[in-house]
């Protein structure tokens, strides 16, 4: 099996929908998801002939980016795509000129901690009691990379 890189369309919002409330406790809207097309953000998908296995989207203002949204579908989860969608946003990131790497996580988010950890973001700052949870809420930890 050989997954092959392609930007999103909004075309592509179906399947988008579909990967995003399977992977995400918290999932985005489709209006959320819609918002991805617009000037500021880009965008980077893994796909299987015409099966949606993941993707990203980020925005740009200036030479930075913030990560806004990275997720593969379940069923193809613990296969090194996450970490692959990961480094072809580097890749996009550096072809566009950007340099200063920020995101957001949910504290509790040890998959994507250890993900962004072991790509080379560090924690910069934490946003107490940021997302909703079941519990009440819980801290988003702020990351930063410098490219
Ligand atoms: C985070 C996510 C994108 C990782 O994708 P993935 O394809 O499963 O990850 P990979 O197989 O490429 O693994 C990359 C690294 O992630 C970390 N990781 C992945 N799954 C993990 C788990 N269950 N527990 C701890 N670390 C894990 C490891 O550091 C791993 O590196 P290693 O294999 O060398 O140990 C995926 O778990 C996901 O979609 N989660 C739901 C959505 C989400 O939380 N997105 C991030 C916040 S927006």
Redesign the pocket.
Request: proline share 0%; aromatic share 4%; hydrophobic share 45%.
């Given at each position: 099996m050989q997954p092959e890189f392609r930007s999103l369309t909004p075309a592509d919002l179906d399947a988008m929908v579909v990967v995003e409330q399977a992977?995400?406790a918290h999932p985005w809207s489709r209006n959320l998801l819609a918002d991805a097309f617009g000037e500021r953000y880009f965008t980077g998908a893994l796909w299987h002939k015409n099966e949606l296995l993941?993707y990203f989207i980020a925005d740009r203002v200036l030479d930075e980016s913030t990560l806004m949204?990275?997720?593969?579908s379940p069923a193809?989860?613990?296969?090194?795509?996450?970490?692959?969608?990961l480094e072809h946003y580097f890749t996009q990131c550096r072809a566009l000129g950007l340099s200063l790497l920020w995101l957001e996580?949910r504290a509790s988010?040890?998959?994507?901690l250890?993900?962004y950890a072991?790509a080379g973001y560090q924690e910069s700052g934490r946003r107490r009691n940021y997302y909703p949870a079941l519990n009440g809420a819980e801290d988003a930890v702020l990351m930063q990379m410098a490219l």
């Open positions: 992977a995400h993941g949204n990275i997720c593969v193809w989860q613990g296969r090194g795509l996450g970490r692959r969608l996580v988010n040890r998959a994507a250890a993900l072991s």
